[in-house]
């Protein structure tokens, strides 16, 4: 990496867990060290306060895995931003492609709980990522600018929202792109984000790498230019994997 951001390391526990494996996994994060990165966990929507109140005080933050687009009403099963932050929750992620494919969510939806997340003071982690069809048919680039475009609202800024690059094919299934691949990308998204941001928030917004990082793989991953940390999904249920991807940061 060849600038100063920050790298972040994101763990998104999906519908894992109950609250005594939680708050130990949590707990275990966070005497774990973790220089110079800094570290995240996004726990089920029901164990946030018990997982926040075991970290309360401490350098992990915790986030939420989806929000609605309104700030409050008539949404059965649904959480609003500001209920996750008012829970203890620093981020949230937004568009994941577990949550495109089996709620149908459309770039539209994810930018309006992208604009929610911010308006409750949420860190939106906005996800984007080619499924493998449209990588066998040359449409990477295509896929991902498009999302990018439909799925960030006007007020983005670096502070307020992380990338996180995440093809659908590489989540959970022990694949991963090249380097060059990745790279690839990551800077593509990075002009995207410049040509219409402009360069300020270029520079200074991180975009993750996500799909199957492990600690076998982490250095190589996070060591490709323009990848600022990861979002992690199976290896974070495990700390001392966690960590070791953490430990991985360059
Ligand atoms: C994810 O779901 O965001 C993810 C990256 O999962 P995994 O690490 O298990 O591929």
């Known amino acids: 990496m060849t600038t100063s951001r920050t790298p972040l ?9 109950a609250t ?26 029901v164990l946030i306060p018990p997982v926040a109140a075991a970290l309360k005080g401490g350098a992990v933050a915790v986030g939420g895995q989806d929000c609605h687009f309104a700030e409050s009403g008539a949404h059965t099963g ?31 939806l994810v ?8 308006a409750a003071g949420l860190i939106a982690i906005v996800c984007v990522g080619e499924t493998l069809a449209e990588r066998d048919g040359g449409e990477t680039l295509a ?3 498009s999302q990018i475009e439909g799925s960030l609202p ?8 992380v990338i996180a690059y995440e ?53 190589e ?9 990861g979002l992690i999904g199976g290896a974070s249920l495990k700390a001392e994997d966690f960590l070791a991807i953490a430990a991985s940061c360059p």
Do not use: Q
């Open 78 to 108: 649904d959480i609003a931003a500001v209920m996750l932050a008012d829970a203890g929750c620093s981020h949230v992620i937004l568009g994941h492609s577990e949550r495109r494919a089996d709620h149908g969510e459309s770039d539209a």
């Open 154 to 161: 006007a007020a983005v800024t670096a502070e307020n929202t």
């Open 167 to 219: 093809p659908v094919w590489a989540i959970g299934t022990g694949r991963t792109p090249t380097a060059a691949d990745v790279e690839e990308v990551h800077t593509h998204i990075r002009g995207d984000i410049e040509r219409r941001f402009g360069a300020g928030v270029a520079g200074g917004i991180r975009i993750l790498y996500g799909g199957s990082m492990k600690p076998s793989n982490a250095g």
């Open 20 to 45: 005594a494996e939680a708050v130990a996994l949590a707990r275990a994060v966070a005497a774990g060290t973790a220089a110079g990165c800094e570290l995240l966990v996004c726990p089920p929507t």
């Open 221 to 229: 991953l996070l060591a490709i230019d323009g990848v600022d940390g």
């Open 143 to 145: 896929r991902i600018s």
């Open 9 to 17: 390391i994101a763990g998104n526990w999906k519908m894992n867990g």
């Open 111 to 118: 930018c309006a709980k992208t604009e929610a997340a911010h």
